[in-house]
């Protein structure tokens, strides 16, 4: 994405959803574009019109895994605490989370997450 470059963004890693990309960066930071329908940007604002800026998600830091699922993305942090947003079927998750949250059931229990995936609407999860 030219727009990267030109702001001298240098990333990591990519993980692309059914419509929806993000990117690491070398300094641990997530950026995300494309459709935002289920709130798989991870922006404030769930709409129908896709993001074709880069857009910055500021809640991130130390991000050292991230992965896209259909709707859904998840980030893992250097110190193990895994956020998740978009669509999500669970009933300890709202149906569609517009912004990162942390899953406070593995932070509450110390899990350090080493890895994760995502599927349609779904999560998995590796400690260490």
């Known amino acids: 994405v030219a727009t990267l470059k030109e702001k001298n963004i240098k990333a990591l890693n990519v993980a692309c959803g059914y419509n929806h990309t993000m990117i690491s960066t070398t300094n641990g930071e997530v950026y995300s574009w494309g459709s935002n329908f289920f709130g798989e940007l991870g922006c ?52 569609h ?15 350090f997450v080493v890895d994760a995936d995502c599927g349609i609407t779904n999560c998995a999860f590796m400690d260490d």
């Open 44 to 95: 404030a604002e769930r709409t129908s019109i896709k993001n074709t800026e880069p857009e910055k998600l500021e809640i991130l830091k130390r991000v050292v895994r991230i992965r896209a699922g259909a709707y859904n993305s998840i980030a893992v942090t250097e110190i193990g605490v895994a956020y998740i947003w978009g669509a999500l079927s669970s009933r300890n998750f709202t149906n």
């Open 97 to 111: 989370q517009s912004t990162p949250r942390v899953i406070t059931n593995l932070f509450s229990r110390d899990i």
